[in-house]
C-alpha cells in the first residue's frame, strides 16, 4: 500500500524489535485483523479480550473460512498499527505481545494519518481474509462472523453500515452528507463510508493504494477496479473512552478528497481528460479574446481601449494551458513516490 512521507522519513531507518522465539514458525493463520489506533490505550486490553472471545469459540459458524462445523476455531492473528501515540498505547501492546503470540505490532514515527497506518496493517497481514476494525471499542468484533459469511457469497470487500449510530449528533448530520455526496457523485451504492469495519480479500488490499485521508474510499476504488463490494450493517457501541476525531472538518476534506477519488478512478489512464474540458473551455475563450483584439489590430492600426481586454485573454489562455500540464505533472510526481516499502515509517515493531 502506499502511504505519504517526508525526505527526512524515507532517510530514517525503523527500531526493529526481534520476533519472539519460534514466531517465524507459526502457521498462516486463517484471518487478519487490522486495527489503526491512536492515542487508545485505555481500549486496546478490552479489544484484545473481546477479539480473542470470538475468534476462539470453537461453536460458531466459521465454515466462510474453510472450516467445518465442530471442527475448532480459525487461526487468528491482531495486527495492531500504532499511528505516532503519545499515551503508551505501544507499551501497553508490546507486553499483551508477550503474552499472546497472536498479537503482533508496528509503530510508525509520527502521527501520519489512518490511511498510512492501514497501509502498514495491510502490507504485514498474512491472511487471505483481512479484517479492519477501530481501536476504540465502537466496532463489535461479535459481528465478524457475520462479515466473513457475507464475504464468503463472492464479495471482494465487506463494508459496515453503522445505520444506528451512537455519536453526537453534529458527527452524525456530518457523515450522512458526506456519504450522501460520495454516493451521488461516484454512483456506489454505500451507506456508511466512515465504518472502518470492513472485510476484504488479500487482492484488495493489495491492489487498492490509499494515502493522505482516502482510506475512506476503499470501496469505491475497489468497485471501480473491478471488484465485488457489498455492505451489510452491524452494530455501532457508544464510545466509552477519549472522543471521536471526526467532525464537520474532516467531512470537508473528504470531499475534497472525493474529487481525487474520481480523478484516480476515473481518469488514472488517461488523467489528459479530467482536464481536458475546463482546459479547452478556458483556452477558447482567451484565443477567442486574442483573436478579437488582433483583428482590431489589423482593420483599425490600434486596439482603441481594449489593452485590459488583451491581457485578460492571454491570462486565460495560460490558464487553460496549465490544467493539460500542472495536473499531469503532480499526477507523475505522485507516482513517482508512492512506493510499497513502508520501512521509512515504521518505528517498531513485534512480529
Not at 508496528?106 to 477501530?134: C, P, T
Not at 466496532?139 to 464468503?152: G, H, N, S, T, W
Not at 485521508?213 to 465485488?228: C, M, N, S, T
Not at 473512552?241 to 480523478?263: I, P
Request: glycine share 8%; charged share 25%.
Amino acid at each position: 500500500m502506499a502511504d505519504l512521507r517526508s525526505t527526512a522519513e524515507a532517510a530514517a531507518l525503523p527500531t526493529v524489535v526481534p520476533a519472539r522465539p519460534g514466531a517465524g514458525a507459526r502457521d498462516v493463520p486463517d484471518v487478519s485483523l487490522v486495527v489503526p489506533l491512536h492515542n487508545e490505550r485505555a481500549s486496546l486490553e478490552l479489544l484484545v479480550s473481546e477479539c480473542r472471545a470470538v475468534l476462539d469459540d470453537p461453536e460458531l459458524d466459521w465454515t466462510p473460512l474453510g472450516i467445518e462445523p465442530g471442527a475448532g476455531a480459525p487461526r487468528w492473528e491482531l495486527v495492531f498499527v500504532d499511528d505516532g501515540s503519545s499515551d503508551g498505547s505501544f507499551g501497553l501492546l508490546r507486553r499483551l505481545a508477550e503474552e499472546a503470540p497472536e498479537i503482533r505490532a508496528y509503530r510508525l514515527r509520527r502521527n501520519l494519518g489512518k490511511a498510512s497506518a492501514l497501509s502498514v496493517g495491510f502490507a504485514h497481514a498474512r491472511s487471505e481474509i483481512v479484517i479492519s476494525l477501530d481501536a476504540d471499542l465502537q466496532d463489535d468484533p461479535r459481528e465478524i462472523p457475520r462479515l466473513l459469511k457475507v464475504l464468503a457469497l463472492g464479495y471482494d470487500l465487506v463494508s459496515g453500515w453503522k445505520r444506528k449510530r451512537h455519536d453526537s449528533r453534529a458527527r452524525v448530520v456530518a457523515s450522512r452528507v458526506f456519504n450522501l455526496a460520495v454516493r451521488s457523485v461516484s454512483g456506489i451504492e454505500l451507506h456508511d463510508l466512515n465504518c472502518g469495519f470492513k472485510a476484504y480479500r488479500r487482492w484488495v488490499v493489495r491492489d487498492v493504494r490509499i494515502y493522505g485521508e482516502l482510506h475512506r474510499f476503499i470501496p469505491v476504488i475497489a468497485a471501480w477496479k473491478g471488484y465485488a463490494v457489498g455492505e451489510i450493517e452491524v452494530q455501532h457501541r457508544p464510545r466509552r473512552f477519549g472522543r471521536s476525531r471526526y467532525g464537520w472538518g474532516r467531512a470537508f476534506r473528504g470531499m475534497m478528497d472525493l474529487v481525487t477519488v474520481m480523478f484516480l478512478t476515473r481518469f488514472d489512464a488517461r488523467p489528459a481528460h479530467f482536464f481536458s474540458l475546463p482546459g479547452a473551455f478556458l483556452m477558447t475563450i482567451g484565443l477567442g479574446v486574442i483573436g478579437y483584439v488582433t483583428a482590431l489590430r489589423l482593420l483599425y492600426g490600434h486596439i482603441l481601449q481594449r489593452h485590459p481586454l488583451l491581457i485578460f485573454g492571454v491570462l486565460v489562455s495560460l490558464a487553460g494551458l496549465q490544467l493539460f500540464t500542472s495536473g499531469l505533472l503532480g499526477e507523475m510526481l505522485a507516482a513517482h513516490f508512492q512506493r510499497d516499502d513502508d520501512s521509512s515509517i515504521i518505528d517498531e515493531r513485534i512480529d
